[in-house]
T-cell receptor, first 114, second 118 residues
């Protein structure tokens, strides 16, 4: 089975722009979660989508949004980028029906905001 | 709210030796899951080991084992026979149990950078 893929792997944007990141889960997985990883704040949960519905949400401003498509692929969008949004964005996929399901992480997208 | 604390920012161990990484957590939940994840320099996060809170028996996975102390809210990871490939950042994580479903919201500690020396 192919693993979790994230595109693009690297991205450079300027303040005020918006960005869209993509995550393709493992085939058959219906849950996709997103995390932001920074040196200062560590790993923080953004949101989770399950069967095209947002099931959980972290404490991030409304500039961070996401969606999930019928094939379980997910996108996250950050509007009006700020310098502090520079981070490694990780997504994780799982079947999503039980807490015992293992979450598999993708390689991440490194976003740099200038 | 749940919190996870890893008090050792960095640790070092000689190849073939044993090392223990510490993790404490705070929660009012009775049922939950605890995890140790490994993030090598390549950045892909990998699950090392998982513990379900209702299970008293400590989880083991080959050279990796945990010491789960529910009353003390402690969840340490022991790596035996350390190998160079174990060099990585190790994160302890908590996830709430949801009856009849799942919440894939992991709450992570700040991580421990483990260096295995040859």
């Amino acid at each position: 089975k192919a693993g979790v893929t994230q595109t693009p792997r690297y991205l450079i944007k300027t303040r005020g722009q918006q960005v869209t990141l993509s995550c393709s889960p493992i085939s058959g997985h219906r849950s996709v979660s997103w995390y932001q990883q920074t040196p200062g704040q560590g790993l923080q949960f953004l949101f989770e989508y399950f069967s095209e519905t947002q099931r959980n949400k972290g404490n991030f401003p409304g500039r961070f949004s996401g969606r999930q498509f019928s094939n379980s692929r997910s996108e996250m969008n950050v509007s009006t980028l700020e310098l502090g949004d520079s981070a490694l964005y990780l997504c994780a996929s799982s079947p999503g029906t039980s807490g015992r399901d293992e979450q598999f992480f993708g390689p991440g997208t490194r976003l740099t905001v200038l | 709210a749940q919190t996870v604390t890893q008090s050792q920012p960095e640790m070092s161990v000689q190849e073939a030796e044993t090392v223990t990484l510490s993790c404490t957590y705070d929660t009012s939940e009775n049922n939950y899951y605890l995890f140790w994840y490994k993030q090598p320099p390549s950045r892909q996060m990998i699950l090392v080991i998982r513990q379900e809170a209702y299970k008293q028996q400590n989880a083991t996975e080959n050279r990796f084992s945990v010491n789960f102390q529910k009353a003390a809210k402690s969840f340490s990871l022991k790596i035996s026979d350390s190998q160079l490939g174990d060099t990585a950042m190790y994160f302890c994580a908590f996830m709430k149990h949801v009856k009849g479903g799942a919440t894939n919201k992991l709450i992570f500690g700040t991580g421990t950078l483990l260096a295995v020396q040859p």
